[in-house]
Every structure is written in C-alpha cells, then in structure tokens.
C-alpha cells in the first residue's frame, strides 16, 4: 500500500509530530519558530485542504501556523483560532468558562485526528528526483491533485459522526473535514522519497451545527480502498500528461503485482530501497525463532509454519528494528544533485538512461499503448474482482469496500495509466454485488444493519470438477542434491541451502489474481460453448487481466467445425470469434511460463475457493431471519490494533 494510517493523540503524539513531523522528518530546535525551522530544513510550509476550512474561518491553501495546530490537534480539538475567540469574549466581559467554552469544538477527545501518509509508486518519484524541473512540477500536482481527491472520497463515502445514546446516529459530516498537508522529500536512508502527511482533524460539523467526532475505526478500514484510489490517480494523471503507461511488476512471487511506470529500470528501485535487504534479513531471523519458539514445557508456542497474519506482524517488528536515526534535512535542489550523482555511481543503471530516463520510459510507454488495448467490460470485470476478493479474504466473506479496493486494482491494471470514466470502479462493485455476491449479514448490532457493514459471499461455482487436493507442507531439501543442470529444472531441483540458511515453511499464498479470476472465467465460457447458452457477450476483454493460454478451446474442438456450428445458432450463443481475436491478441503476461509448483498453488487456491463456496452457500440457502438487533456500544475513539500471533493451542494457531 502507499497509503499509511496512524492516529493523532494529544499530549506525547502531537508534540512528535510538532517537532519533526512539520519540519520535513528533521529535528526542530527547542523554541525555534515554525516557519523559521521550515526554511531551515528545506520544505514547504503546511498548507489547509478540506471543504470543512469554512465553517473554521480557514481558506484551502493557506499556511499552516504552530497556534492553529496546537488548538486543533494538541488541545484535544479545540477551534484553530480559540485564542483569538477566547480573548475577544473575556475583552467584552465574558466569564473565563464562558469563554473557553466558546473555543471549544463539541467535546475534548484524547484522538484529536490521523496521520494519512500518502507517496507514490517508486518509479513516479524516480522519475520526480532524476528528471528536469518541468517532470518535478507535473508529479508535484499530480500529487498534489490526488490527495485532495482521496479527501473528497473520504468525505463523502467514508467518514462519518456518531451521535445519540450508544452512538446509533451516524450521519455524514455536510460540510466536509479540515486537514494540514506537508510535504517531505526524502526517507530516513536519504534517498528519494516523495511523500505528504495529512493531518486529518476528527472533528465535523453535523447538521444541527454541533461539533462532533469522526470514526475513526471507519478511517482504518477503508485505508486499503484509499490507497488503491490514490495509486490510480496518481498514475493517471502522470502518464498522461507525460505520456507515459504503467505495468504490472512482481516484486514478491505469489503477491499482487504493483503498477509501476514502464521504462524506468528495476536496478533503479532497488537503489532506493536500502532497507530492504536489511528488512529481509532480519525478518528470516525473526522467523526461524518463530517457528523454533517453545514454552515452559518444550512444546512449540506457535505452528511450525509461518503464516501470513504472522509474517506481517514479523515483518513490522523487522521494520522497527532496522529503522534508522533520521538525518538532518537539506533544500530539494541540494538533494537533488546528490541523488543523480549517487544514482549513477552506485545503481549500476548506464548513465545516459538515468539523463534520460522520461524519454526512456516513453517508448516503452509507446510500446505498450501500440500492443494492449484497455477495454473495460463491466460484467467480466466483476468476475474477476469477485473471484479475487473471495479468494483473499478468510472463509470467502467479504465487505464492499474489499470489492471497491480490487475493483481499483483491476482498472489500474487494465488501463494501463489512462483515465477511467468517473464511477467506473462504483459500477464494476455495484455489477459483482448483483450478479456474483450473496448477503449473508446475521446482524447482531446496528452497526451490523448499514450498508457498508453487509457481509457477502461468492455465489460462483466452477462447472468443471476439480480434484479435492490440499497442500503439504514441503520436505526439508536433500543436503546432497545436485545443481539443475539447466535454468529450466531449477523448480524440479532446488539449490541446497547454504551455511545458515533455514527452509522455514509458509502457508501458500492466496493471490494469483489472473490465473484464478481467468481459470474461473474460463469454465464458465465451457460451459456456455456446451449447453449453448452464454453468460456475457464477449465482445472485448480486459487483455491484461487474462492470460490467454486458459481461453484455449477444449482439444476436441475444431475451429472448422465451430465456425460452422456458429452459423446455424441463435445470436445469445458466446461469440467464438471473439474469443480466438483474444488468443492470438498479444498481451504482457502472454508468455506465463507456470511451473509445476505454481500450477499446484492455483488448483489448491480455486479447490480451496469451491469448497468454501459449496459450505457458504448450504449454510445460508435456508437462511432464517436474523434476530433483532441490539445496540453494542463502542468507544468512538478507539483506535485499529492488528491481532497478535496466537500461541499454539490448537489446530489453527498461527493464524
């Protein structure tokens, strides 16, 4: 994700982010004003953004003032300008409690507000640090203008006010949130990074004009939508003002594939990631403790393999052990200069690819646009978003918001950096919850009874059986096993282990978003082949989203044959030419070269997904209705935990 959370507490929280978060991640001197240690590291002032600035007396853009953050963010939400407002009542005779009471926004929290952090993909902020001035200012408001079109999602579709006894009331708040924005250049190594904090106040106006406090726990949820959203706008609106096209890159095998800008080398990204290696080495440290952890009695703590829950919260605690101190600041131009230096020196990249790096990146952008067409067909996209969705998230149940995030992904993925049609991702969620979705929400609460909280699962059922197998873990590797003898018996002849290494087994991963969404997709074009009868006219197709070796025909089909067939049915039946334009189109993932292992992973994921569906559905077909639902109180403040590795204490310990 390129979207962080953090909250915002008054007292100990606020005064870091005071001292260094304001001031570019550098130290701030004691009693040194905030301006003044502004220009002193080199960054921009804090700027306002939201429709809420109006009903504070605020305007978007204006700077960013040390009074005006202490009151909002350190008093525990009080009016910017609360000095101001309390002075001019106790000059007319006002009662100090009066007066301060005036200042006051609703009541005083302890969460006075979060920390969104939001930066681009790594080759968009290459491209910002090693191009000309003009490719810096187009990637500034292109950032700039993604922020502030994140904020107006969250406005309007995210954010809410609780209110009323146990806080059954939630309503939008009408005039909008207020939040400080600054920008940094640089991460904690030195090396480029471009990337804003939004200091997003929690407190919203309702309609009656009293003050209340937003959600924050709704903020958390839809983190990973905001991202997607943000991710896509800003590749957006770079590419195509620059003309330029994004690709899918794999950066871990069995994950999702990020977008990144076509052209830009991968040596370069590896050059700003110092800490990865660092992170790597300590999370395989972290993990064989992990797996050899044992309690008083000299049984196992945990399972003997790593699972993903688990490895995310190692992979934290290897980040925080790896952190480093941070530097002092220096002006952009400086860092500048510094970064294409030590870029051509040490990245390993030619030097006339590095002086010229947006050209580079724009005809590889023009061989893309010339071979993938993006072509978006809302009904086979919710297919794919649907299937993905259901198989990422345990036990196939799903919220909207899991659907909307994937439904941003995929269009990133199709569109290759152009611009969609607003609402597009809206209208791909709308299509899977219709046509692909069941609800079965037991709502015990009233939390439960909203729209955003409805529980879904697949109705998806592939028509081809598949055998029920399940994955072992693996064998630990012969000491003695030879080399493979060519690169393509590398999978079938693992290299032995070297001196301090651990073969350190993982549940497998869950993602193959092409293979799954087009395996599925595929069955049911079988299908409508044999009976007659078609699910979707496929006219055109997401290319980048299906690898065209699962659109084979089946071996006993003709092409002869089926042309001939297709010339006596009615016009309902799948259009076959279709389907061979789509195979002999030529696509990024066409030459998929699948091993046995990785074929094994995806018959286990959509075994897996089936069964789970086959369960979910017998359980909820007869469904009764839910019982009334009665209010839970829940703290409006409290802030998101991730769970902790459970201790090894039954079957799913781990998990």
Request: proline share 6%; with cysteine; net charge neutral.
């Amino acid at each position: 994700m390129t979207v962080d959370i953090s909250v915002i507490r008054a007292g100990q929280m606020y005064r870091y982010f005071l001292r260094q978060t304001v001031v570019g991640d550098g130290r701030r001197l004691a009693r040194t004003p905030l301006r003044e240690a502004q220009e002193q590291a080199g960054v921009p002032v804090g700027r306002w953004m939201g429709r809420g600035l109006a009903a504070l007396g605020l305007a978007p853009g204006e700077e960013v003032t040390e009074s005006q953050l202490r009151n909002l963010f350190g008093e525990r939400g009080r009016h910017p300008y609360a000095d101001r407002i309390e002075a001019d009542l106790l000059a007319k005779g006002a009662s100090p409690k009066k007066a301060f009471k005036a200042g006051a926004l609703g009541r005083r929290v302890m969460v006075t507000g979060v920390d969104f952090v939001f930066r681009p993909q790594p080759t968009i902020y290459l491209l910002w640090a090693l191009g000309d001035e003009e490719t810096r200012r187009v990637i500034e408001a292109a950032h700039e203008r993604a922020i502030e079109r994140v904020l107006e999602w969250i406005e309007d579709e995210v954010a809410v006010i609780r209110y009323g006894k146990d806080g059954i009331y939630r309503v939008r708040p009408p005039g909008g949130l207020v939040a400080a924005r600054f920008r940094h250049y640089e991460a904690r190594s030195g090396r480029p990074l471009l990337h804003d904090h939004l200091l997003l106040s929690v407190k919203g106006q309702r309609l009656d004009g009293k003050w209340g406090s937003i959600h924050t726990t709704a903020l958390h949820e839809n983190t990973v939508a905001a991202s997607a959203l943000y991710n896509e706008l800003v590749a957006a609106e770079v590419c195509e003002t620059l003309g330029l096209a994004t690709e899918p890159r794999t950066v871990t095998h069995g994950r999702r594939p990020v977008m990144e800008i076509a052209g830009v080398p991968h040596e370069l990204i590896r050059w700003t990631s110092r800490r990865s290696d660092q992170i790597a080495a300590c999370l395989a440290e972290l993990e064989h403790e992990y797996v050899t952890a044992v309690d008083d009695d000299g049984e196992l703590k945990f399972l003997p393999v790593v699972s993903e829950r688990a490895r995310a919260k190692l992979n934290q605690i290897a980040a925080r052990k790896t952190r480093p101190p941070k530097q002092k600041t220096h002006p952009l131009a400086q860092l500048r200069v510094w970064w294409k230096t030590s870029a051509i020196l040490t990245s390993g990249v030619a030097v006339d690819i590095i002086n010229s790096l947006l050209e580079h990146a724009r005809a590889a952008a023009a061989a893309i646009r010339a071979r993938v067409a993006a072509v978006v067909e809302v009904a086979l996209a919710a297919v794919d978003v649907t299937a993905t969705v259901f198989v990422m998230n345990d036990g196939g149940r799903f919220h909207r918001r899991h659907l909307l995030a994937e439904a941003r992904r995929h269009l990133a993925l199709v569109l290759r950096g152009r611009r969609r049609d607003p609402g597009l991702d809206e209208q791909v969620v709308d299509t899977a919850l219709a046509a692909h979705c069941m609800d079965i929400s037991e709502p015990k609460t009233v939390r439960g009874l909203m729209s955003d909280y409805r529980l879904y699962t697949a109705r998806m059922a592939l028509t081809d059986p598949l055998p029920s197998r399940r994955w072992q873990p693996t064998a630990a590797p012969d000491p003695n096993q030879q080399p493979p003898a060519s690169p393509d018996d590398a999978d079938a002849h693992p290299l032995p282990l070297e001196e301090g290494e651990w073969d350190i087994s993982r549940v497998p991963l869950r993602y193959d978003r092409a293979v799954i969404a087009s395996t599925m997709l595929a069955a049911q074009l079988r299908t409508a082949r044999r009976t007659g009868r078609a699910m979707y006219d496929v006219t055109a197709h997401q290319k980048a989203a299906m690898p065209e070796q699962l659109l084979v025909p089946l071996p006993d089909a003709d092409p002869d044959v089926e042309a001939e067939r297709l010339d006596d049915e009615p016009q309902t039946v799948l259009d076959l030419t279709a389907v061979r334009a789509l195979q002999n189109a030529r696509t990024d993932q066409e030459a998929l070269g699948y091993t046995a292992e990785q074929m094994r992973h995806l018959m286990d994921s959509v075994t897996e997904m089936v069964d789970r569906g086959r369960v979910l559905r017998q359980r909820y077909a007869n469904q009764d209705e839910a019982p009334a639902p009665h209010p839970v109180r829940e703290d409006d403040q409290r802030a998101h935990h991730p769970q902790q590795p459970s201790p090894h204490r039954g079957p799913t310990a781990g998990y």
